[in-house]
Structure formats: structure tokens, C-alpha cells
């Protein structure tokens, strides 16, 4: 598995082990968070180097389902 240092990994950790149900939610909120702010940097990102043809992870996601 690829060890990182990234906020959310490392909250990823605190979660796996977290017992209290309000924690585990503020934790898994916060993750959450995070990934979209990161998801949003790297299409932000990515527009600007792949083009226009880019496509999101989340648009990826919708046509699976």
C-alpha cells in the first residue's frame, strides 16, 4: 500500500480505529472535505494542462451507475 503524508490519509488512520460514532462522523466529514478540495485543485489543474476533453472523477462515477 503507498504511505502519504496527506491530511486526509492520515485522517483515513484516525478513523480505522476511532469507537466514538460523533468522532468517526466529524472525521469522515472532514475527509470528505478534503477530497473534494483536492478533486477541484486537480480538474482545476489538469483543465488547464489535458484540455478541454478533461473528464471528472465524479462524471466518471454517474456513468457507471
Same mark, same amino acid.
Request: glycine share 2%; charged share 30%; proline share 5%.
Given at each position: 500500500?503507498?504511505?502519504?503524508? /496527506?491530511?486526509?490519509?492520515? !485522517?483515513?488512520?484516525?478513523?480505522?480505529?476511532?469507537?466514538? *460514532?460523533?468522532k468517526?462522523? %466529524?472525521?469522515?466529514?472532514?475527509?470528505?472535505?478534503?477530497?473534494? /478540495?483536492?478533486?477541484t485543485? !486537480?480538474?482545476?489543474?489538469?483543465?488547464?494542462?489535458?484540455? *478541454?476533453?478533461?473528464?471528472? %472523477?465524479?462524471?466518471?462515477?454517474?456513468?457507471?451507475?
Amino acid at each position: 500500500m503507498q504511505r502519504t503524508n /496527506e491530511p486526509w490519509f492520515q !485522517l483515513c488512520q484516525l478513523a480505522m480505529v476511532e469507537e466514538d *460514532p460523533a468522532k468517526m462522523l %466529524m472525521l469522515v466529514q472532514e475527509i470528505s472535505r478534503l477530497l473534494k /478540495e483536492k478533486e477541484t485543485w !486537480l480538474n482545476e489543474h489538469c483543465a488547464e494542462v489535458c484540455g *478541454p476533453k478533461r473528464t471528472t %472523477m465524479q462524471s466518471k462515477l454517474r456513468t457507471r451507475k
